[in-house]
């Protein structure tokens, strides 16, 4: 029997956005000590979250709440957006896939950078649509020409990552506001916030749901160290909540993880250190880098990207590392791939980085250039 | 702005499968203390996933394997099947949105029986397929009407869950041998087994993935005791497993929900043990609806449909026994809407439901009738 899948997967390449460490830990028998590379949160998460996570394991033989009312209210209080403006999710890439099912038919087009996240790239393949990119201008989301690119290619929907992954810079208000008139007037912009707790707050976009072009996607994976539990939001016009609501998969958000991401919320000081012990790590990250002639980039995430002049040297010095028991990533797309993607670890993580990157650069005799090509 | 949904978000009903306690509670102000109602297990998860999953969440902070790898080499080894023919899920609800998104075309037909599981027909109309129906025969899946319906609708895939939700009936491997024989050869079998442990084994339909017409869906929500952790998986020709890979949400599985899966699946002495008090609880409800004139359904899952004679019936007791703190459902649709839907609790719980039934049956004045209409 030929299997009669539907002709949007049958023409789907078998490719995954990333390959987990696990299996990278599987395929080569090597031990990871050190996993510096999916911007996990070395920090872990509030005791707080901790402690309700605890009690709610009690629980886990109950479904959680379909409606993720508590966790919705949280939100809709340290936001100050109504609660029918919030839709969470297992994680923000089921946030992601949901917005791209929900706008975007068949042959549709939305405009991003190339070499932006790959997760968003593989739901707009999954669900038929189709990705023209622009290039990074200086390692930039290039906001000009994305918008004269949307303008051209009838897009429906720009992805913007904002502050970025993979390479951690960042448009401040001012900019988006710029590129939101630049941008045509029938066009969303899907706004991925997964890193914006580590943006400073004065110059972050506003929330204005009354907009309803601007849909916004966050995260309790990064700043609130939740990455395994899979709690992600979108935070949108009402009418793209009520859209989302009728294909979401309504029990989907695990009980335990739900209880973790309320309790996260009434911990803003455990954020606040978070950010600190992040800044500390990324100028640290960013002294080294420039200790051994490479380029850094300005950092709004949890992560700095390290150039190192070249793709071929980036992935020789992330398999050196990775023999060495340090994972960290290399961006896929050229240019991008000239970088280093290290997470900021604990200062023992960090220090096992400094010491196994500059083994590395000395055994490869690799030579740093700190003029960026 | 008139927000561009696609066509098929625009026209799909603001409904949801089924709206949660905490919802109904909420709503009505009213607390329950005996949650009977979404077949959740009152027995709880084995102590093996409970110790795996409170050490799993010290590392809540790091994502879990986007692969699955433990737990479906652990499935592989408990049921004899490959790897590769096993895709996780989080949740059996997203696995059957998944295999309803890898197969179904806009317009396509499944047929399924009237009244079975919601939240598939919830999956069918959110993809654009479409739903045809046939009658429930004497609460039993009617598997002739059924590949009758599936011939005549040139349907494309049959859903029947088996053990059958909400009346609990069972075809055994002889009858759906038969079935598979009647369908048209080219139409696909989704069986849902999410109550399959509770089924005798020895007359389960064996697992044959070498067939590709039949995908399996099972969960660790019922007898494993798992429903708020968010765990299912497909068993399915390797081919299909390839697809779904190709769409599903790769880091979707929450990290301390497959370390729990994985140890539960390591205590078959706990599951053996959960089986057998359930079925000491159905013999209670069974009892129990005798002793009222009610008859009840013959069970293979974890609770047990007792016929009131109505729909108004039904309705009004489930609404009593909410004002009582008890938590059960009706089935949506007639005649299944003539049953209350109950969950074996423990012996506490079911001792709370009889009294609390006996109380709302002498209350309305409800008489029973042991034949059925």
Redesign the interface.
């Known amino acids: 029997?030929n299997?009669?899948?539907?002709?949007i997967?049958?023409e789907?390449?078998?490719?995954?956005?990333?390959i987990?460490v696990?299996?990278l830990e599987?395929q080569s028998g090597k031990k990871i000590h050190t996993?510096i590379g999916?911007n996990?949160?070395?920090?872990?998460?509030s005791p707080l979250a901790?402690k309700a996570?605890?009690e709610?394991?009690q629980?886990?033989?109950?479904?959680?709440?379909?409606?993720c009312?508590d966790l919705r209210k949280e939100l809709s209080r340290v936001h100050g957006v109504r609660m029918d403006e919030i839709s969470a999710g297992?994680?923000i890439?089921?946030c992601l896939?949901l917005v791209v099912?929900?706008?975007?038919?068949p042959g549709e087009v939305v405009v991003t950078s190339l070499g932006a996240y790959p997760?968003f790239n593989y739901h707009v393949s999954?669900f038929g649509a189709k990705l023209v990119t622009v290039p990074y201008r200086d390692y930039m989301n290039d906001l000009d020409a994305l918008a004269d690119k949307a303008r051209e290619a009838d897009a429906?929907m720009v992805y913007l990552a904002n502050p970025d992954n993979p390479t951690g810079t960042f448009h401040s208000a001012g900019a988006l506001h710029g590129f939101l008139e630049k941008l045509p007037?029938?066009c969303?912009l899907l706004l991925d916030e997964a890193y914006i707790e580590f943006a400073p707050a004065h110059e972050v976009l506003p929330l204005n749901p009354q907009n309803?072009?601007v849909i916004r996607t966050r995260t309790f994976?990064k700043v609130y160290?939740?990455?395994?539990?899979?709690v992600g939001y979108v935070l949108a016009?009402k009418?793209?909540v009520?859209?989302i609501?009728?294909?979401r998969?309504?029990?989907?958000?695990?009980?335990?993880?739900q209880a973790?991401a309320v309790a996260s919320l009434k911990d803003p000081d455990f954020v606040r250190q978070v950010v600190r012990d992040v800044e500390e790590g990324k100028k640290e990250y960013q002294e080294l880098a420039q200790k051994l002639g490479f380029s850094s980039l300005p950092s709004y995430t949890n992560f700095v990207a390290i150039d190192v002049g070249s793709e071929e040297k980036a992935v020789a010095i992330r398999e050196a590392l990775f023999e060495k028991g340090v994972f960290i990533r290399t961006p896929q797309v050229f240019p991008l791939s000239r970088c280093l993607r290290v997470t900021v670890g604990t200062p023992e993580e960090r220090q096992i980085f400094a010491q196994a990157l500059e083994e590395v650069v000395k055994e490869m005799s690799i030579t740093g250039d700190t003029t960026r090509r």
Chains 1, 2 share one sequence.
Do not use: C
């Open positions: 029997m299997l009669p899948f539907t002709s997967v049958r789907l390449p078998a490719t995954v956005p990333f987990p696990e299996a599987r996993r999916a996990e949160s070395s920090f872990g998460v901790k996570m605890e709610a394991l629980t886990i033989h109950w479904y959680g709440d379909s409606e009312y297992s994680g890439d089921e896939g099912r929900a706008f975007l038919e997760t999954g429906k007037e029938d969303l309803p072009r994976s160290g939740m990455a395994g539990a899979r016009a009418e793209t009520q859209a609501d009728k294909i998969n309504h029990f989907g958000v695990n009980r335990v993880a973790g």
